[in-house]
């Protein structure tokens, strides 16, 4: 078994090398940085495609289990081929493009969507050496910057098919999508100033040495972990705040007029982009494809391979977890959406910052000026030493939390309130007071705002 | 000649995009069209970064360029009323053709005077380094050819350049507040209250 798996994944990239090149004598460049990570390029594709359609079927199965109906049953056992079944009925339905669109830009659209939400599967550390398709530097900015320019398909989608709801629906997502994206690259920061690295392998490694038995940064960066999550949510349209195509209340948002394979393309994306945001939630609070325990697996290849299933188990907890809060929350409104995004999880992520800055500079060595020096370097590296993980640990959930929280409920004191009761009681009460104000006036001036 | 190789081909073919692209947004009539060229522009511009081994710069330019900045302009030309261009009762090209034609033409003598000497200046390297730097960076395997160019844009920026850094984020803050204080006028302050 392990001799025909060294073969397929050592040995075989070779032939096909020999037979691309011509070339008799070994040539690493060409192994390394076309052939065997073209074939990884396929597996990962592959894999995500299927587990895309098979993220749509997950979610009418878990949202029939949270209604307690039975979801789909028809299409083979269980009805574990309906996603295919959807899949061919979408291929097979006509195309249309509105001859009103732009027609270039109509088509253009669900493309630039889907590539950049699938460009970045590049560089997701999916497990341990070979697993990891491209390590690059900027792995994680690389990320961010691809996964931005996703907002332009929405965009465009909506502006190019000439129709006032799906223009609406493109500037609403849009809206949305930019502001979300400002909190999520915030929330990472926090965990970046431990590890030093943007390079999503490096950040795994990193956890292994610095955080408790290499269970990951979420131990230290608690706060980063909520404004993340809450980010990502709004950051990929997901219930609650899947405002851009609210079902029950629009006409489908900016991918109205698309229909068939093209508007699957949308789809599609949406869920990869899921996939992504899971994938980098788990490689930078999570510790990535390690767990405590991994180490002890001494056979390199059972050890990649387990690493590979542990990234996997880890992303479908996170996924579960999104489909249980679309399906048990209700969705947010437009102005709360928006508030939420710019005044808590901005300033949260700010004070994230800041407060991890300052209590990073005083755990550093005494060497290097901190004050408690609860760190020592190795190998270049500033580790935590037993007190400086407790410390982490600490400042994370009983320091940061408590300041962030009076700090944002300061600031926001005057902003309207989230409770639909509590804000029409205080339109009410605005009310009264102007009215008692104008009664003492005298009773001779009549309100004159009575349509109000 | 200082390319050589994949780079040279690279290099030729991401210029030529990028002028190609960036002539195309002058003529474009849809306004939503010549934005597109301008992000293919800016893209282009992004991958020429990452042949110079600015992998960070590269990045940061994605992010607030295409993400950020164009999708803010798109917003922004989208709900512009621009039927008289699109349907070509707008000359594109007034008067100006010639001037145009003239002063491209002295900007790029001129580039061309304050370039040579510094292309004499240089040494064509040898075709042996080159190949030795490849075999190199490739057996260094996928953890080893990490370049540390994010950190000397750290350093360069927060160590070196504090002072201008600071003052250019106040400035941007100064102008964001003023936007805000713009935007909102004093019938909405007086409906806050």
């Known amino acids: ?452 | 000649m200082q390319l050589h190789g994949w780079e040279a081909a690279l290099f030729y073919v991401l210029a030529i995009m990028t002028l190609f692209m960036a002539v195309f947004v002058v003529t474009a009539r849809v306004a939503v069209h010549s934005a597109l060229f301008l992000i293919s522009t800016l893209v282009n511009v992004a991958l020429l970064f990452i042949l110079l081994r600015a992998e960070f710069v590269a990045g940061v330019q994605i992010l607030v360029y295409v993400g950020g900045v164009m999708v803010l302009f798109l917003f922004v030309i989208m709900l512009v009323q621009t039927r008289a261009e699109e349907e070509s009762r707008v000359r594109l090209y007034t008067g100006q053709t010639w001037p145009a034609v003239i002063i491209a033409l002295l900007l790029a003598g001129s580039f061309y005077f304050a370039m040579s000497p510094a292309q004499a200046a240089f040494r064509p390297p040898d075709a042996t380094t080159a190949i030795a730097e490849t075999a190199e960076r490739a057996s260094a395997g996928a953890g080893l050819n990490i370049s540390k160019d994010t950190q000397e844009v750290g350093e360069q920026l927060y160590r070196q350049a504090a002072l201008p850094f600071e003052i250019a984020s106040l400035l941007l803050l100064v102008a964001m507040v003023g936007a805000v204080l713009l935007a909102r006028g004093t019938k909405q302050e007086k409906y806050y209250e």
């Open chain 1, 1 to 452: 078994m392990q001799a025909l798996l060294t073969t397929l994944l050592f040995v075989a990239p070779g032939w096909v090398r020999d037979w691309i090149t011509h070339e008799k004598q070994p040539n690493v460049f060409w192994s390394e940085y076309i052939v065997w990570p073209l074939i990884q390029i396929v597996i990962v594709v592959i894999v995500v495609l299927t587990l895309v359609a098979y993220l749509t079927y997950l979610e009418r199965k878990v949202s029939a289990l949270i209604q307690a109906r039975l979801g789909p049953m028809r299409v083979g056992p269980w009805g574990l081929l309906q996603p295919l079944a959807d899949g061919i009925k979408l291929l097979i339905k006509e195309d249309i493009v509105p001859i009103k669109a732009d027609r270039a830009v109509f088509l253009v659209a669900p493309i630039i969507s889907l590539v950049a939400a699938m460009v970045v599967l590049a560089v997701i550390p999916w497990g341990a050496a070979w697993a990891t398709i491209a390590n690059v530097n900027i792995g994680l900015l690389f990320i961010l910057a691809v996964s931005s320019v996703g907002v332009l398909g929405l965009v465009l989608a909506g502006w190019s098919s000439n129709s006032k709801y799906s223009l609406l629906g493109a500037l609403r997502s849009s809206a949305q999508m930019v502001s979300y994206e400002i909190g999520m690259g915030l929330s990472i920061i926090g965990a970046l100033m431990f590890a030093r690295t943007l390079s999503m392998s490096g950040i795994i490694d990193a956890q292994q040495t610095d955080s408790l038995w290499g269970l990951g940064y979420f131990l230290y960066q608690p706060l980063g972990v909520l404004v993340y999550l809450t980010s990502a949510l709004g950051e990929t349209n997901r219930a609650p705040f899947d405002l851009p195509e609210a079902e029950s209340e629009l006409v489908a948002g900016y991918h109205t007029e698309y229909s068939g394979f093209r508007w699957a393309l949308f789809f599609m994306a949406e869920y990869s982009s899921m996939i992504v945001t899971a994938a980098v939630a788990v490689t930078v609070f999570f510790g990535g494809w390690y767990f405590p325990g991994l180490g002890l697996v001494k056979n390199p290849t059972l050890f990649v391979l387990l690493s590979i299933v542990i990234f996997g188990a880890k992303i479908a907890v996170l996924l579960y977890a999104y489909m249980w809060f679309r399906w048990t929350w209700p969705r947010y409104r437009y102005d709360q959406l928006m508030e939420l995004g710019w005044k808590w999880m901005i300033p949260a992520g700010l004070a994230n910052i800041v407060l991890t800055g300052v209590f990073y500079v005083l755990a550093l060595p005494k060497a290097q000026g901190g004050l408690l020096g609860f760190m020592h370097e190795e190998k270049g590296r500033l580790i935590p030493t037993k007190l400086g993980i407790l410390y982490f640990i600490v400042t994370g959930f009983v320091v940061t939390i408590p300041i962030v929280w009076g700090l944002l409920t300061t600031i926001n004191r005057r902003s309207r309130d989230f409770n639909l009761h509590e804000q029409r009681q205080l339109q009410v009460n605005l009310r009264r007071e102007r009215l008692e104000k104008m009664l003492q006036q005298g009773a001779g001036t009549q309100p004159a705002e009575g349509g109000q």
